[in-house]
């Protein structure tokens, strides 16, 4: 400010160009060898442990500040089982985390357990530890195994749901449509829609009742949940969403189901299904319009289930989003908030044994769902955590225990890229559903926005 | 004569180094912090690199995809649109504020007034942002403005709408920027002589006349300072945008600011977005660098 301020401050012309000369020169010298320094070392381990001895120890986990209290809970269970092993739980908000993760793994201050928001390109630079070895270990290979598709990744580093693992997750997230119980019952619903056209029907009957049938945060990424549930249904199967999500070569969403489904939303916004603000509602806001009775159907996550239950217990439930037709097979949307090993871990036996414990013990899972709000997978005879009866939180539990079993759960797409949500995304929902573009043009930009992210 | 002749030769024997010695902290920590990682910056803009790994030689990849990619140029549209609400506003608003204020005798209200002008200043954007977004929201307080005047069918969610999206924000701006122009161009006033004013009277020139004849001349310095510091501002604008409208509806309130932000931090695409940082940062000089001649003509 002041240097524009002071009068005699600019610098005569010659000057100018010298200084630019200097710096010309001076970037010209630092071209000369490229930025970054490759590769870390080896991520593979050679020989493994199991055996945490009893040697005193200290595991230090790094999180996001959410999962704070659920990772104190669950570090203190873990240290009542292994004594000489003591969980130090540190957190960076998440922002902070999900922007700096790869310098804190380069870094001198590793920590041994870590939280990630998404590979990225942890793996290809070596930064992270394949867990293949205590997967055997450990017997993860035995159970389901497609709670692990979104935390396996390929040689190339960057094609996720197949080759070696490398991190797990304490609990998983499922998406789905809570509902208004006092306003279904005024729309005349008594069990949850089986197919789309009964799904519309409510709609319709709220609408013309003066219920807004849909209470949607518009503004960061809602309603791409309903226009993915609506892809899958059309598509008939997960599978072509999911390889496109896991970034598998050749993979488009650029399809008549995407295209299909966008229609569908579209016509829902043409008819007055959402709240005339959809597009300006966020995260924080869209849970308070749908407690105070704003409207019937909240498509959203279990994450929201504790503060549903918590703003009026009993008044809401949930349903899984419905097939086209009644029978057909039900899909869900879940991410896993996924826990990985650096590579330069102090500790990686300690950490790998607080991975599987996370996964297996009953007081861990009980924690899992009452403080992380999510379901534990793990084994298929794992304990079966408590919920209290009719709460919203045990109907999101109970729904995913049956699609694991059939194997109808995908990833977000918002989760395809790093920033395919922010870019592609939410824009392209928007417009659609304030009907400034067609569902054709929806479909081809998610694609060419996708394939211009992964072309770098 | 002889003196004035011989002090070229003096200065030539014996450059002022005294002065680069007391200069020398301050350019270590600005080569440090400034010169260096712009350097960097350039650098970075030629290779493909995600911050950690092996970085590979792009060429002009990256500075190409700047000039091609709709969405990018949709951005910088918006910046420049941006300009509208953050210069030409507050600086049209905060002459006219500040010669009312100037007419107020010295006292609380003057005092008051300022403070409050001021204040936008001093409290963090991203508060201010989310504060803003509540005022905005479809039961905010401009809709129940608007729905207590009579004109409740005007109300609408300000920031998810298409056509008023970027205006809403760009108001945010005018109120970031109204004080600052406001304080800048009132001690300005301060500073012009009062000899002028006597003379202009006694030629019997009314208050407008006088402004435009002794004020708004008077004012020069103030107003280049306002317009550069304003545009570099909207040019650049990224916390109030990021907070309240994450550049939607749609692209409506992108700018280039969000974009460079979600290529470095989201995509850790480097070299692409120290490409746009750069054309970002030589737009600015472009512009600003004309309008400081406008400071030398008298």
């Given amino acids: ?201 409510l709609m319709a009957k709220a609408k013309a009742a003066g219920i807004t049938p849909i209470i949607e945060n518009g503004k960061d990424g809602g309603t791409g949940f309903i226009l993915q549930n609506l892809q899958m249904d059309y598509a008939g199967s997960i599978a072509p969403v999911q390889k496109w999500n896991e970034d598998v070569q050749g993979a488009s969403i650029d399809s008549s189901a995407t295209v299909e489904a966008a229609t569908t939303m579209q016509q829902w916004a043409k008819d007055g299904y959402f709240a005339p603000d959809v597009n300006a509602v966020d995260q924080t806001l869209s849970p308070t319009q749908f407690t105070s009775g704003q409207g019937l159907f909240f498509p959203s996550g279990n994450w929201q289930a504790p503060g549903l239950d918590s703003a009026g217990a009993g008044k809401f439930g949930f349903f899984l989003f419905p097939p086209t037709s009644a029978g057909g097979e039900y899909s869900a949307m879940t991410s896993t908030d996924t826990v990985a090993v650096p590579a330069k871990a102090t500790h990686p036996a300690a950490a790998a044994a607080f991975l599987n414990f996370i996964q297996t013990d009953a007081i861990a899972r009980q924690d899992t769902v009452n403080l992380g709000g999510v379901v534990p997978a793990g084994p298929v005879n794992g304990s079966t955590p408590t919920t209290k009866s009719g709460s919203v939180v045990g109907a999101t539990v109970s729904a995913f225990r049956g699609l694991l079993k059939s194997d109808g759960l995908a990833d977000f797409m918002a989760n395809a890229t790093a920033s395919i949500n922010a870019n592609a995304i939410i824009p392209q929902t928007q417009l659609l559903v304030a009907g400034q573009t067609t569902p054709q043009n929806l479909a081809k930009t998610l694609q060419s926005d996708y394939t211009q992210e992964l072309a770098q | 004569m002889g003196i004035v002749s011989g002090q070229p030769r003096i200065r030539r024997r014996h450059p002022d180094w005294h002065g680069l010695l007391w200069v020398l902290p301050a350019l270590v920590v600005y080569t440090a912090f400034v010169l260096y990682p712009l350097l960097q910056s350039v650098q970075y803009s030629f290779y493909n690199w995600d911050g950690v790994g092996e970085a590979t030689w792009a060429g002009l990849a990256n500075w190409e995809s700047l000039f091609t990619d709709p969405e990018m140029l949709h951005a910088v549209g918006n910046a420049f649109a941006l300009i509208v609400f953050y210069t030409v506003v507050p600086i049209l608003l905060g002459l006219l504020g500040a010669a009312l204020i100037r007419q107020v005798r010295p006292g609380p209200f003057g005092t008051a007034t300022r403070v409050a002008l001021f204040v936008p200043q001093v409290i963090p954007l991203v508060g201010a942002g989310i504060a803003w977004s509540w005022l905005y929201s479809q039961t905010g307080l401009v809709n129940q403005f608007l729905a207590w005047i009579g004109l409740g069918s005007l109300g609408r969610a300000w920031l998810g709408d298409f056509t008023f999206a970027l205006p809403a924000v760009g108001v945010i701006g005018i109120w970031v920027m109204l004080g600052f122009c406001t304080i800048l161009l009132l001690s300005g006033m301060g500073r012009i002589d009062p000899s002028l004013y006597e003379a202009a009277r006694l030629d019997g020139a009314g208050s407008v006349a006088e402004f435009f004849a002794v004020t708004l001349p008077g004012l020069r310095q103030e107003i280049v300072v306002c317009v550069t510091f304003t545009i570099i501002a909207a040019l650049t604008s990224f916390d109030i945008i990021q907070v309240s409208t994450q550049g939607g509806p749609g692209y409506q309130t992108l700018v280039p600011g969000v974009d460079v932000y979600r290529l470095a931090f989201l995509d850790q695409h480097l070299g692409q977005a120290s490409a746009l940082a750069i054309f970002l940062t030589l737009m600015v000089l472009a512009i600003i660098i004309p309008v400081q001649q406008l400071r030398r003509v008298r």
């Fill in chain 1, 1 to 201: 400010m002041s240097r524009i301020d002071t009068p005699h401050a600019t610098p005569r012309i010659p000057r100018r160009i010298a200084l630019v000369a200097v710096a010309t020169v001076a970037a010209l010298s630092l071209a000369a060898c490229a930025p970054g320094s490759g590769g870390s070392g080896s991520s593979t381990p050679g020989a493994i442990k199991t055996d945490l001895g009893t040697k005193a120890t200290t595991l230090n986990v790094l999180v996001t500040t959410p999962d704070v209290a659920l990772f104190d809970a669950l570090g203190k269970a873990f240290h009542a089982k292994y004594p000489n092993v003591k969980v130090n739980v540190q957190s960076q908000d998440y922002t902070s985390l999900t922007t700096n993760i790869s310098h804190v793994l380069s870094g001198t201050n590793v920590p041994d357990v870590v939280r990630i928001a998404s590979f990225g390109n942890l793996v290809k630079d070596k930064l992270l530890l394949n867990l293949d070895p205590y997967a055997s270990a450990y017997g993860w290979t035995k159970w389901p195994q497609s709670q692990f598709a979104s935390t396996r990744v390929a040689a190339n580093g960057t094609q996720r749901g197949s080759g070696s693992l490398y991190g797990v997750g304490p609990g998983f997230g499922l998406t789905g449509v809570y509902y208004n119980k006092a306003l279904a019952q005024q729309v005349g619903m008594t069990t949850a829609p089986t197919s789309l056209a009964a799904f519309e029907k």
